[in-house]
């Protein structure tokens, strides 16, 4: 079983651009994992549910996978969108 960074995960999955700015998300309470503000060291499991705050609107997706390196067509397959 992989295990990865909160942060890491987000830019893998392409849901953030950039590592650094899903890091300042983070430490800025935006980021919540399983209902509980997470930091960006929290190790990502599969079926976490992480949910995002972008200004006004709140990204909420499950992860079905995690893995070190992918493709950038393949990146969307690391998460589920829920609402």
């Known amino acids: 079983m992989v295990i990865m960074r909160l ?6 999955a392409r849901i953030i651009k950039r590592r650094t700015i899903a890091n300042e998300a983070c430490d800025a309470g935006r980021v919540s994992v399983n209902g509980k503000v997470a930091r960006a060291s929290y190790d990502v499991k599969v ?3 992480i949910e995002i705050a972008f200004g ?3 990204v909420k997706v499950k992860v079905t996978s995690v893995v070190e390196a992918i493709k950038k067509e393949d990146a969307a397959n690391l998460y589920v969108v829920i609402e």
């Not at 942060?7 to 893998?12: A, E, N, S």
């Open 7 to 12: 942060d890491k995960f987000l830019k893998t």
């Open 47 to 49: 079926n976490d549910v």
């Open 56 to 58: 006004t609107r709140n």
